[in-house]
C-alpha cells in the first residue's frame, strides 16, 4: 500500500478557470448578447425588438382580465356585495355590542318579563283561529315583586322563544309565530338592568329579524306562485316595484301591517313593524318616506335608552332597502342630541353637564350614536356630505362652513369619527372651535382633541395651517392631567415630527417630565408614553439625536414593567440596525439598558416569542459593541457581559466568537499581543463549558483552537484540541435517546481533521493520537453506517494528506513547524500513517456492507472509492478494495447511473497510469 503523491500547487492551477478583468459591471448596462422579446406596439399594430432585463421584468405573461359591461354595471351598482358587508358589519357590530358590556351572572327582572320567567307551558293556548284582539296580550300589575334569574337562563329562554316562534311558523301557525314575536319585543320596555339592556337588545332583534325574512319570503311566494305551486311571475330580488307584485300578494302584505298596527304598546309596535318594513316595497314605490313616521314615533318613548335603541334597530331594518336617503338618519341624531341636552343637569355647573349617576346611562346610548353615524356617511359623495353637516347644524350653509354653535360632545365624537379625512383637514382650526365650545360633558372632551390628531395624521400633506392647528392643541391640554395630556400629544406627534416644529417637541418633553415627577405611572400612562417615545426612536436615524434630546432619558427612568421593556427593545433594535457601536458613552447606556430589559425577562419561559426577542436583541447589542483598538477595554466588556447576561444561552456563543474575534484583530495590526491572545483564549476556554451541547462546545473549541495556532500557541492549541475530542466523546452519553445530529457531527469532524493539517504531531503522545482517537470515537458509536463510513473517508483523506511532501497550507507563524518539515523523510512516520490506513479500509468495506438501503448503499461505495482512489496509488493492495466497491454499486444502482460510470472512468485512468492490469470493466 502506498500513497498517492499530490501537487497542490499544480492541482489548483490546473483546475482553476480562467479570468480576465471586466471592464465593466455585467448588470450596469446590456450584455453583448441581449435577451430580446417581441413587444406588442397597440398604437401602430407592429412588433419590434427590445431589451428585456429578467432580473427587472414584471410577470412575464400577464393576464388580461376581460370585463363584460354587464358585469361591471352590477359591480358598480354593489347590490350584492352591499348586502353581505352590511350582514358582516351588523354582525360584528352586536358581537362587540355585548362585549362591551359585561353583566353579572344574576339579573332581576320586572313584570314586563314575564314571558321569561314563565314556564314554556304558557304558551301552549293558542291556535291558528286565535282572533286578531288576542293579540294584546296585558301586562301584569306592576306591583308584583321583581324575580331574579340567571344570564344564562334568561338567554336560553330567548333561545327557546325563538325556536318556538320558528316552529308555529313551518307549522302553520303564524298567528301564534306574531304573538310570541310580540311578547319578545315587549323584554326591550324592560331598562331596569341598564348593563343587561345591549345584550337584551342583540337577543330579541335577532328573533325579530327572523320573524321578518319570512314574512318577505311568504309575501313573495305568494307574489311569484298560484296556489297550485305554478309560478306566473319572477320578482328580481333588488330591481321589481310595487306595480310588479299581484294584489293577492300585496292584500296579505297590508294584512300583516295591520296586524302590527293594533298592538297596544308603543315600542313592540315600532320594532314589529321595523322587522317586517322592507315589506312595505310590495305595497309602495317608495318605501324609505315611511321611516320618517317610524323615527317621529320614537318620540313617544320616554326612557332614553330604549329610545336609543330603537332609533338604532331603525337604522339597521333601513339598510334592507338599499338606499341613499340620510333624512330619517339626521333626524335620529338630532332626537337624540335633544336627548342628552334634557338629560344634562344644569344644577351640577353652570355650564351644565351629566351628573355621575347618569354617565353609565350616557355610555349605554353611545352604540346607537356610533352605529347611526356610521350609517349616515356611508359611501357619502362629498356634496352630501355638505347637506348633512347643514342638517346636523353643523354648518350654517354650504358656503358658511363650521359655526360656533356648541353639539353634544359624544355626537360630535362619532361625526369626526366618520367626516372624510381632507374635510377634517381643510377645517381642522374650524373644528378645534367646535370642540372647544362643545363644553359638556357627556364624552371626555380631550379624547376629541385626541381624535381630530389621529384624523390629521391620516393626510398630513393636505393640512392647512398647522402652526395654529398644533399651537392650539397645545394650548388647550396643557390644563390637562397626565394620562389626558400624554394620549392628546401622542395623536399629534407625528404632525409635530413631520413638519419639524422642534419647540413644540421641547416644550411637550418638558411638560411630560414636570407632570409625571414624583408620581408612579398608571397603566394608561405608560402605555401612552411608550408609544410617544417609540415614535421618537421611529422619527430619527440616529440614536445619540434622540438621546441627546431634552428629558428623553429622564423620561424613560420613569417608566417601569411592560413598557419600559418595549421602549429598550426599540433602542437596541436602533442602535445596532444601522452598523457598529462605537461611542463609550453610547456603550455604557445601552449596556444598562440590556441590564434592565433582562430584568424583566422571563428566564423560565424563554420559549415565549417576547423573551426570545429581548434575548436576541440583547446578543446582537454585544456583538455591534466595536471598542476599536482598546481591545483590553472590550475584553472587559465581554466579561461583564458574561457576568450580567449568563442565562441568555445564544449570548454565550456570541461571547466566545467575539472573544475570539478580538484576538485575530489584535494579532493582525502588527504588533506584540501575545499576552492579550492568551487572555482571549482563556476568556473562551473558560466560556464554552457553560454552553449547551456538546457539538456546539466542540466547534468553539475547534475555533479557539485555530485562533491559538494563528497566535503560535501551539500547546493551548493542543489543549482546546483535546477539549473537542473529549466533547465528541460525551455526545452521546448526554444527549441520550435523542436524534443525533449526524449532518452536524460529519461537519465538526471533517473541520477537525481539516485543522490537524496545520497541528505539529506530538510524539511524546504519538503522532497520530488524535486520529487513533476519532477512530476509536467512530467504531465505539451506535451512529448510522452512511455516517460512519464518511467519518473514515475523513480520516483517509487527512493520513493521505498528512504523508505529502508538501502540505496544501500551513500556520501563519514562522515559528510552528508543519508536519511536512517535522517528520518527512521519517520512514516510521509514514510507515505508522500506512499501518493506521491497514485496519480503517477494511473496516470501511464492512461498514457499507452493512447499510440495508440499496440506493445508499451503491452511493456509499463510489463515495468510499472516490476517496481510496484519490489517497492511494492503485496497486495490488488497493486494487480488490476497489473492486470490491465497485461491485457492490454495480449491484445497487443502475449501470447508466453517472455517479458510478464516471468513477469507473476515474479508477481506469488511474490503473492506466499503473502496472497493475485491469480488472474493472463497466
Known sequence: MEFRPRNYVAEEQSHALPRSRADIHPLSSPSPQPILRQVDDSAENRTTEEFFDPLRAPDSNPSVEVVDENDFERSSNGI??????????????????????????????????????????????????????????????????????????????????KDEINRAWHNEDRVKSLKLSIKVARLLMDTSVLNFYPTLFVLVTDVLDMLGEMVWERIRQKAEFAEDGARFCSLRAENFGASDVPADAKETCYNWFCKVGTIREL???????????????????????????????????????????????????????????????????????????????????????????????????????????????NDASPRRVGRVLVDLGIWRSQEELFCGSPCVS????????????????????????????????????????????????????????????VNEVIQVVSEYGLDEYLKVVDAYLDIILQNQMDGHLKTILECILKMASDKVLAEDELASLQSILVKLLSHFKDLEHVFSLNHFLQILDMMHGSSRSIVNMHILDMATRNGYVHDPTTIQLLFEISQALHSDTDLVNMKNDDNQQQARLISRFVRMVDHGAAYERHLEFLAECRGAFGSIIELKEILVHSSNCLATKALKDGQNHTGFVKSCIGFSEVTIPSISGHIKQLNLYLETAEVALLGGLVSHSDGLIDSAINCLQSSDLVEGSRTVDSDGIL????????????????????????????????????????????????????????????????????????????????????????????????????????????????????????????????????????????????????????????????????????????????
Open 80 to 161: 350584492d356585495d352591499s348586502v353581505q358587508v352590511q350582514t358582516k358589519e351588523w354582525t360584528s357590530f352586536k358581537r362587540l355590542l355585548m362585549q362591551r358590556f359585561p353583566v353579572s351572572k344574576m339579573i332581576s327582572v320586572s313584570s314586563m318579563s314575564n314571558t321569561i320567567v314563565r314556564s314554556g307551558k304558557a304558551h301552549e293556548k293558542s291556535s291558528s283561529s286565535t282572533h286578531l284582539e288576542e293579540l294584546d296580550d296585558s301586562q301584569k300589575s306592576s306591583e308584583e315583586s321583581a324575580k331574579v334569574i340567571t344570564r344564562q337562563e334568561y338567554v336560553s329562554r330567548l333561545h327557546e322563544l
Open 267 to 377: 315600542l313592540p309596535r315600532i320594532y314589529l313593524e321595523l322587522a317586517i318594513f322592507p315589506c312595505w316595497r310590495f305595497l309602495i314605490e317608495q318605501p324609505a318616506e315611511s321611516l320618517q313616521r317610524l323615527v317621529t314615533m320614537t318620540r313617544g318613548l320616554a326612557d332614553p335608552l330604549a329610545s336609543a335603541y330603537c332609533r338604532l334597530y331603525i337604522a339597521h331594518r333601513a339598510q334592507k332597502l338599499l338606499s341613499h336617503e340620510t333624512g330619517h338618519l339626521i333626524t335620529c341624531v338630532n332626537d337624540i342630541k335633544l336627548i342628552f341636552t334634557r338629560m344634562s343637569s344644569t344644577k351640577e355647573t353652570a355650564r351644565g353637564g351629566f351628573d355621575d349617576s347618569k354617565r353609565p346611562l350616557v355610555s349605554l346610548m353611545e352604540p346607537s350614536v356610533e352605529f347611526i353615524m356610521k350609517s349616515i356617511f
Open 410 to 469: 359624544i355626537v360630535l365624537h362619532h361625526l369626526l369619527k366618520e367626516l372624510p379625512t381632507d374635510i377634517v383637514c381643510f377645517h381642522a382650526l374650524d373644528i378645534l372651535q367646535l370642540i372647544n365650545c362643545s363644553n359638556d360633558n357627556s364624552y371626555d372632551q380631550y379624547l376629541n382633541y385626541r381624535l381630530v390628531g389621529l384624523r390629521l395624521s391620516e393626510q398630513m400633506s393636505q393640512i392647512a395651517t398647522v402652526d395654529a392647528i
Open 747 to 922: 461537519s465538526s469532524i471533517r473541520k477537525l481533521c481539516s485543522l490537524l493539517i496545520m497541528v505539529p504531531g506530538n510524539p511524546e503522545v504519538g503522532i497520530l493520537h488524535i486520529p487513533k482517537s476519532i477512530l476509536s470515537i467512530i467504531q465505539s458509536r451506535s451512529w448510522s453506517p452512511r455516517l460512519r463510513a464518511r467519518l473514515l473517508c475523513a480520516i483517509i483523506s487527512l493520513s493521505a494528506t498528512l504523508s505529502q511532501e508538501r502540505l496544501p497550507y500551513h500556520v501563519d507563524q514562522p515559528e510552528i513547524m508543519g508536519n511536512d518539515l517535522l517528520f518527512f523523510g521519517d520512514s516510521s512516520y509514514v510507515h505508522e500513517l500506512l499501518s493506521l490506513m491497514e485496519s480503517v479500509l477494511p473496516n470501511l468495506v464492512d461498514i457499507i456492507e452493512q447499510e440495508s438501503s440499496r440506493a445508499a448503499r451503491g452511493s456509499m461505495s463510489l463515495e468510499a472509492c472516490n476517496c481510496i482512489a484519490s489517497s492511494f496509488k492503485i496497486n495490488e493492495h488497493v486494487l480488490p478494495i476497489c473492486s470490491k466497491l465497485i461491485e457492490t454499486a454495480k449491484s445497487c444502482l443502475n449501470a447508466n447511473d453517472k455517479y458510478l460510470t464516471s468513477t469507473i472512468s476515474f479508477l481506469d485512468k488511474n490503473l492506466h497510469a499503473a502496472t497493475v492490469p485491469s480488472s474493472i470493466t463497466i
